[in-house]
């Protein structure tokens, strides 16, 4: 049973383009929302995360809206680079459940000039 | 400080053969994730380490799959015999006491079964 549902499951915008990733999730339990960020050859690496007491998360280009009511949340990246060209899963996990991070599918994003 | 360090980055073998992994963590993190992460697909956990236990190892298919962290700080993920289904990226991860939301990942071992 897929958790934690992603999409798009691929992305293109241009050059200061906002992309916007959408995740939702099953497990009412989850108590902490984190999105990584995976380069080819490279492990995942955190990028943001957010948990449940806020509705929206800022860290300099990158924002995570949250929707507790709907179990969804989302992930913005304003002013787009071409660097931002990666794949991002978000996850989902729960510290009654150790820990464990359910990743969604993943979503491929590709920044053009 | 050095990442988490994984070892070898790339292997291939034919089917029936053993494989083994290493992971060296972050020095200090006391938890230790391997994952397995398909093409196309997110990461998924194997079994995580508390220090040299075992403390959820519910996805490690047992028959084939066999995991040690013996001195509670590196670690070695060994299939044998390794089935054309095995092949995929071998990831570890490690986090710090107290923050284990935060996961730090190396960068995986991407194994070929042949």
């Known amino acids: 049973q897929q958790q934690v549902k992603q999409s798009p499951q691929s992305l293109i915008v241009q050059k200061g383009g906002i992309p916007i990733i959408n995740c939702a999730y099953e497990?009412?339990?989850?108590?902490?929302f984190p999105w990584y960020q995976q380069f080819p050859g490279k492990g995942p690496a955190l990028l943001i995360a957010?948990?449940?007491?806020?509705s929206e998360k800022k860290e300099g280009r990158f924002t995570i809206s949250f929707n507790k009511s709907a179990k969804q949340f989302s992930l913005h990246i304003m002013d787009s680079q071409p660097g931002d060209s990666a794949t991002y899963f978000c996850?989902?996990?729960?510290?009654?459940?150790?820990?464990?991070?359910?990743f969604g599918t993943g979503t491929q994003l590709k920044v053009e000039l | 400080e050095a990442g988490v360090v994984q070892s070898p980055r790339y292997k291939i073998i034919e089917k029936k053969q053993p494989v083994a992994f290493w992971c060296n963590p972050i020095s200090g993190h006391n938890t230790l994730y391997w994952y397995r992460q398909n093409l196309g697909q997110g990461p998924e956990l194997l079994i995580r380490y508390e220090n040299e236990e075992a403390v959820d190892d519910s996805q490690l298919p047992k028959d084939r799959f066999s995991a040690e962290r013996l001195k509670g700080v590196d670690s070695t993920l060994k299939i044998q015999p390794a089935e054309l289904g095995d092949s995929a990226v071998y990831l570890c991860?490690?986090?710090?006491?107290?923050?284990?939301?935060?996961?730090?990942f190396g960068p995986g071992t991407r194994l070929t079964v042949t």
């Open positions: 991860a490690s986090s710090a006491p107290g923050h284990d939301d935060v996961q730090y």
């Open positions: 996850a989902a996990s729960s510290s009654g459940g150790g820990n464990k991070l359910t």
């Open positions: 497990n009412t339990a989850f108590d902490y």
């Open positions: 957010i948990r449940p007491d806020v």
